[in-house]
Structures are given as structure tokens and as C-alpha cells.
């Protein structure tokens, strides 16, 4: 059984996280949220297939920047002023943290899988003792083994060498839990998605966090050019890395707080 952590027991989580490299808790997500979330990943991923036009696209499923389409639905920044969701990741990245990704995992139905069925690390190196990212995945669906739960071979963040399949799937733990629960990993742990044997679409978000100065995943500001951010909150601009841009002329560099572009601290 998976242990889900409730978002008060925050030492209690933290010391499994830092004992086992992974860490779920409780949904504190209204349900009506995550329906629609789920409704708007699945229009999304068919949307980005279309504007990606590569006839190689192995991404389906995934979406590059969510916030990309935060014009169109407003909706997708919401969950970025969950104070629970974000309050284990300072405790584990400290303050200042900005978001490294913002995408999904949406496994199609009747023995569906996306690349991350394979057994995977989602960063490759590995400075032991130091957290400097943390990934989590939204559940948009209840996960179950039948639907495709996510594998994590518990621990294995500082293990370099890939385990054999046989190893993984006889000691891995599945992340079964109900929709809205957030699994928060190393992304640096072994793990792997399942495949998807119902009938019925498998949905997450995937959030990944990381200090301020580490580069993004994606330039999310610069994805973020075509939209009016007048009613953007502060918080959630800075979580997009709007205050970590690196200087591109002088006075973005020794200008006024309106011209500098790197205007939080260095942590
Ligand atoms: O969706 C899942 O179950 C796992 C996702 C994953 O492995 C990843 O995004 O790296």
C-alpha cells in the first residue's frame, strides 16, 4: 500500500521523502478542478499535435508548457496559488523555488502507453544530499494498476546504473491513489508509468520545481510572450520565472526594479 501523507503531517513527510526519495499526500484539490483540468489536457494534447507538425512526434500525450495556453484557459495557472500543494516543495527546496516544467502525462486507453512507460530518471546527475529539483505528478484520474499507476523503485535516487527490468517491477512500489493526491520525487529516482488496460484515458499533471538560478525546462516566460499578464499574480509570475530571467542588455542588469530582469534572491 502506498502511503499518502495528509499536507499537515509535514515533518512526517519530509522525513519519508528524505528516507525513500519520493513522498505522496492527500488531495486538497476540489474535484470540479480536476474534472476540468482532465477535460482541458485531453483538448490540449490534440491541439499540440497539431501545432508541433512533426511526422516524428513521440511526445503525444505530454505538453511542452502548459502555461503556453494560459490565454485561452486561465484555469491551468489556478493551481499554482495551491498553498499546500507548494509548501512541502519550499521545505524541500527552500524558498524562492521556481517551476522547472509544467506539462502532463495523458495515457490513451486499451493498452495505451507514452514514453515514460520505460524505466526512467528524469535528470541525469546526481549530487547526493543537495536537492536542487523535485518533480510531482497531479492525479486528474484515480490511478490504479489497471489504468496504468506509476512505478517508483524506492531509494533509488543516488543508484547510477539503470535496474534490470526484473528487479524494478518484483521491487517497485505503484502509486495507486485517488484522483487529486500528488506524488512529489526525486527526479533523479527510477521509475516508470504503466501501461493503460482500461477504457477510459489515464490523466496527470506533472509539475516539476527547481531552484531559481537552474535553467528551465522550457523558457515558460518567453512561451508566455502572446499573453496579457496584467492579472497574473506576483506569486505565481515569480513561480513562472519571471523574476529569474537572465539579463539580456545593461540595463536589465543595473536598471530600476522595473528594468531588472533577475530581481529575486540568489539561494
Ligand atoms: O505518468 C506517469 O505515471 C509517470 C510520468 C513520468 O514518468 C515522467 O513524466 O517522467
Redesign the pocket.
Known sequence: MFPLFSHTESEKSLEFYKKNGFVALKSTLPVEYLELMRKIMLELIEEEKNLVKNPDYKDYGFLLCAPYYADKYPEILEILKNKEMLSLVESILEKWFTIYLYSN?CIPPNNGVTK?VRI?V?TPRIIPEYDYILAS?ILLDDFTEEN?A?WVLPASHNQETPPTEEYFYKNAVRFTAPKGSILYFNPRIW????TNNSSEWRN?L?LAYCKPWVKQRVDIPRFMEHINKENIPEETKQLLGFRAQTPSDFSEFYGGDKDRTYTQPFV
Not at 191 to 194: D, I, K
Open positions: 502525462n515514460a526512467h528524469d505528478i496504468g506509476t521509475h516508470a508509468a504503466g496527470c506533472i
